[in-house]
């Protein structure tokens, strides 16, 4: 599928532009945008661009998630608080969350924030990255509609629930390691679809326990409940899928039981066969190195430990080993001067909601 790359000069306020369009306030929708593109700029592409429309301006459309966003904090304290996001937009309940957050912890060292109903939050390494620029440690998770089956199970029970820790570090860039407790995300498989590929087999089981492999079909099936995703380490104990399986029901605890919200098959979207938001649950915790040992101390010792990993020695046809957060910078150092590249259907899907709302945008692929 041809792609066409797309300048952040007119990325940026597109797509500005269109969540204002959609109803989101101006402020609001520059965090949406700024939340989005981060993972474009480090090339994680299933959940940049290609998600704008079906995920956050579709949901809009179909009253499922509003574009104002009432953020109520429920309960505080000096260094947590709950929040209630109203279903509103994601990425503004988890950027005002983080914020509050680092504040707690640069007062008294640590903070967290739990929070519930919510939607999708897009790239939860945007969130850690918040603290590590803050010289803080990062973290953050959140549940998400029902894709992962339990160890020796066929039934979609838990979200793809990422795991979210930044770093700050003495390099350019910081630690981030940030992946979903499934063997792959749902965003993935949406980017296969997309792309006409096949999901490799191993990823994702049927009912009757069989690898699926056909993307378009396992979209449908993942909704349906005759597929669900295997947990990270894979199928059964044989490659330790029980790991994956016991860090998704963390994450599953900790986005639902501080702040008392919706869990497992509550979060499928679906309520007698008719759309509904999706009641999210997240959290977000800021530590502040300066209340051990030193930031500058903290990034030094970081940054010795990774360059020792990076400097061991490879294994035969490697020349390079990397470090969390290494290839999003190699990503964003490529891309800083020229942009996104842009597949047909997103292309398609942009070009629709521009005139669909009757922005003046002239696209790279329309010269």
């Not at 803080?136 to 795991?163: C, D, K, Q, W, Y």
Request: hydrophobic share 40%; with cysteine.
């Amino acid at each position: 599928m041809a792609k066409t790359v797309c300048g952040w000069d007119i990325l940026i306020p597109f797509i500005t532009d269109a969540f204002v369009g959609a109803g989101v306030p101006r402020k609001d929708a520059e965090i949406c945008t700024d939340v989005l593109l981060e993972s474009d700029r480090r090339g994680i592409e299933s959940h940049g661009v290609n998600r704008f429309k079906p995920i956050y301006i579709d949901r809009i459309k179909a009253g499922i998630q509003n574009p104002v966003t009432n953020f109520e904090i429920l309960r505080e304290t000096a260094t947590t608080a709950v929040v209630d996001g109203h279903d509103g937009m994601g990425q503004v309940i988890g950027y005002k969350s983080m914020e509050m957050a680092i504040a707690k912890a640069k007062k008294y060292g640590m903070g967290m924030v739990a929070v519930r109903n919510s939607c999708h939050y897009g790239i939860a390494g945007y969130y850690a990255t918040m603290a590590t620029k803050e010289g803080m440690i990062g973290m953050t998770g959140t549940n998400a509609r029902p894709s992962i089956a339990p160890t020796f199970g066929v039934e979609n029970m838990l979200g793809t629930n990422p795991l979210t820790i930044g770093l700050p570090t003495d390099e350019p860039y910081p630690f981030v390691i940030d992946c979903a407790t499934s063997i792959t995300q749902r965003g993935k498989i949406e980017y296969f679809a997309r792309m006409g590929m096949d999901t490799p087999s191993g990823m994702v089981i049927g009912r009757n326990g069989e690898p699926l492999t056909d993307s378009v079909a396992i979209l449908d099936q993942l909704n349906t409940g005759e597929a669900a995703l295997a947990p990270l380490g894979g199928i059964g104990e044989e490659l330790a899928g029980y790991k994956g399986y016991g860090y998704a029901t963390v994450i599953e605890i900790l986005s639902a039981a501080l702040q008392q919200g919706c869990f497992l098959t509550m979060l499928t979207g679906k309520k007698d066969g008719k759309l509904v938001p999706y009641h999210l649950g997240h959290f977000f915790i800021a530590i502040d190195t300066n209340a051990f040992m030193g930031e500058e101390e903290f990034k030094k010792t970081a940054g010795d430990i990774l360059r020792q990993l990076r400097a061991s020695t490879k294994a035969p046809g490697h020349d390079r080993i990397y470090t969390a957060g290494e290839k999003e910078w190699d990503v964003w150092q490529s891309r800083k001067d020229s942009g996104v590249p842009i597949n047909e259907a997103v292309q398609k899907e942009m070009s629709s909601v521009r005139d669909e709302l009757k922005l003046g945008y002239v696209f790279p692929w329309e010269k």
